[in-house]
């Protein structure tokens, strides 16, 4: 499976978007990226996931590039609650083994 | 309730203790899977299984087996404890249908002293 690489940290201000990019660059044509976050010790939760199209749904937007060699995740309106830890996460749709990397912290401040 | 739950939730054991966490899910999903959470660090997938019959491992299989003992029934067990494997484990879940959309327990804090 490919691998990925995200920044280790970012900042956001409540209420603007915050922008969590992640380079895939040995992606393959049948990988798809997926993105999880995980709040403090909690089990990770699903938030979406893409082939090439960009996708948005309630929690976030995706958005790959035409080469699908980098995503970006988009959160629209950044809340203290998403203050998280986001993985990117590459991997064939009939997967068998997810690779969760470290991650970005992601921490939104008043 | 939970749709995927694990017990214990805590857990304080000894060095050489055999030790079972437990997992059952109301998702209904086929595939379950195992993974432990150092501090600081990402998930790594132990075992994971696609139904009651296949059961594979992962990328951290030794020293850990796995039961699939029904459909909702995923069962990890550390046959003889160690310190290192002091971590946190989460179960997951996920449907064939939507196979990289997984649903995490809350997870199970193992102490081993």
């Known amino acids: 499976d490919a691998k990925t690489t995200q920044p280790t940290s970012m900042d956001c201000a409540e209420g603007r978007a915050a922008n969590l990019p992640c380079n895939h660059s040995?992606?393959?044509?049948?990988?798809?990226v997926y993105w999880y976050r995980q709040i403090h010790s909690q089990g990770p939760q699903y938030i979406i996931h893409?082939?090439?199209n960009n996708e948005t749904n309630e929690m976030a937007s995706l958005i790959i590039t035409e080469d699908r060699k980098s995503s970006t995740l988009i959160l629209p309106h950044a809340t203290l609650r998403d203050t998280a830890v986001y993985y990117c996460?590459?991997?064939?749709?009939?997967?068998?083994?997810?690779?969760f990397g470290s991650g970005t912290k992601l921490n939104v401040k008043p | 309730d939970a749709d995927v739950t694990q017990t214990p939730r805590n857990r304080i054991t000894k060095t050489g203790k055999r030790i079972m966490l437990e997992c059952s899910q109301t998702?209904?999903?086929?595939?379950m899977y195992w993974y432990r959470q150092d501090p600081g660090l990402g998930l790594r997938l132990i075992y994971y299984?696609?139904?009651?019959?296949?059961?594979n491992k992962g990328e951290i299989s030794d020293g850990y087996s796995v039961s699939r003992q029904a459909q909702a029934k995923f069962s990890l067990s550390l046959e003889s404890a160690i310190p290192n494997q002091t971590a946190l484990y989460f179960c997951?879940?996920?449907?064939?249908?939507?196979?990289?959309?997984?649903?995490f327990g809350e997870g199970s804090r193992l102490t081993v002293l």
């Open positions: 996460i590459v991997g064939q749709y009939n997967f068998n083994k997810f690779y």
């Open positions: 997951a879940t996920s449907d064939s249908d939507r196979p990289g959309e997984l649903f």
């Open positions: 040995t992606i393959s044509g049948n990988e798809y």
């Open positions: 893409g082939l090439k």
């Open positions: 299984s696609f139904d009651v019959k296949d059961i």
């Open positions: 998702k209904g999903h086929d595939r």
